[in-house]
């Protein structure tokens, strides 16, 4: 037992990085970059109350220019688009966030069972993933969506039905790369029981990978869900929400050119934040 303590505790050590640590001696890109995330999901929840208008009123002239009393000017009927994009962060932004964490609970509760048990509870496991994996999930969300009705419920419910197989899959192949190390050994040998390795040894080491593909994965779902907005499939006008603003705007393009293109612009700003943050927390979970 004596020989077999040290391999847990170093287990133990790999399996909880130093995160705070990390985050103060990483550099000052990823500093930004993590803190533009924080930002920018504080703006999301605090988007209704930060709005200087009532992004459904008409406050202004009609299709009015940018200007100081609107920064981004008015839309088709008046209302205020700074206000209409504030509003429209909190829809986009934590939805694709709410489908990302309905994603890795669920995904990752199949993986680490079926990484964890293995024989016939992992082969069923993973080939009913293999059959979600295999069907495209725009068009089969696409699909559904047009089934039970265009809302943002229905989006996310769709989305969110087709987005865990991934996680599935990867964590998975952690669970089953970290069982085979010394240290689940040792606790084994130790007689630490098949709970006791899930939950102490193999779950901790398998949130890092988890974390980082969730973290690269947000601007894809930023995009796809203001997608489906835009093709009329999420939230149904006159809803402020990104996809759903643009293409309401596009008749617009040529004579109001700020109605589609700020919603856009806010889409393009989520997507690159999402994707630089995922990168620094990769970084950051590299150098753990």
């Known amino acids: 037992m004596a020989a077999i303590e040290p391999v847990l505790r170093s287990g133990a050590s790999l399996s909880r990085p130093r995160r705070w640590r990390l985050v103060r001696h990483a550099p000052l890109s990823d500093k930004l970059a993590l803190g533009m995330l924080a930002l920018i999901t504080l703006l999301a929840l605090l988007g209704p109350t930060l709005a200087p208008h009532d992004p459904l009123a008409a406050v202004g002239p009609p299709s009015h220019p940018p200007s100081w009393q609107y920064p981004l000017g008015t839309d088709e009927v008046g209302r205020d688009m700074f206000s209409?994009?504030?509003?429209?962060?909190?829809?986009?932004?934590?939805?694709?966030?709410?489908?990302?964490?309905?994603?890795?609970?669920?995904?990752?509760?199949?993986?680490?069972?079926?990484?964890?048990?293995?024989?016939?509870?992992?082969?069923?496991?993973?080939?009913?993933?293999?059959?979600?994996?295999?069907?495209?999930?725009?068009?089969?969300?696409?699909?559904?969506?047009?089934?039970?009705?265009?809302?943002?419920?229905?989006?996310?419910?769709?989305?969110?039905?087709?987005?865990?197989?991934?996680?599935?899959?990867?964590?998975?192949?952690?669970?089953?790369?970290?069982?085979?190390?010394?240290?689940?050994?040792?606790?084994?040998?130790?007689?630490?029981?098949?709970?006791?390795?899930?939950?102490?040894?193999?779950?901790?080491?398998?949130?890092?990978?988890?974390?980082?593909?969730?973290?690269?994965?947000?601007?894809?779902?930023?995009?796809?869900?203001?997608?489906?907005?835009?093709?009329?499939?999420?939230?149904?006008?006159?809803?402020?929400?990104?996809?759903?603003?643009?293409?309401?705007?596009l008749s617009s393009l040529l004579t109001s050119w700020w109605i589609p293109v700020m919603p856009a612009i806010a889409i393009f700003l989520l997507s690159l934040i999402a994707n630089t943050a995922g990168d620094s927390i990769r970084d950051l979970m590299d150098r753990s």
């Open 84 to 249: 209409r994009v504030l509003c429209g962060l909190q829809s986009t932004w934590l939805a694709a966030l709410a489908v990302i964490v309905g994603g890795v609970l669920i995904g990752g509760a199949i993986g680490l069972v079926a990484g964890a048990t293995g024989g016939w509870v992992d082969t069923v496991l993973m080939r009913i993933t293999d059959v979600f994996l295999a069907l495209p999930a725009s068009i089969l969300a696409i699909a559904v969506v047009a089934a039970i009705g265009p809302s943002l419920f229905h989006t996310l419910l769709a989305v969110s039905i087709l987005w865990w197989p991934y996680y599935a899959r990867l964590v998975r192949a952690e669970i089953r790369s970290l069982a085979a190390r010394p240290h689940i050994e040792a606790a084994r040998l130790a007689g630490v029981g098949w709970g006791g390795r899930l939950w102490r040894h193999l779950l901790p080491g398998a949130v890092p990978t988890a974390v980082v593909a969730a973290s690269l994965d947000v601007a894809n779902l930023v995009v796809l869900l203001a997608g489906l907005s835009f093709l009329g499939l999420g939230a149904q006008p006159p809803a402020p929400e990104l996809g759903s603003m643009t293409a309401t705007g």
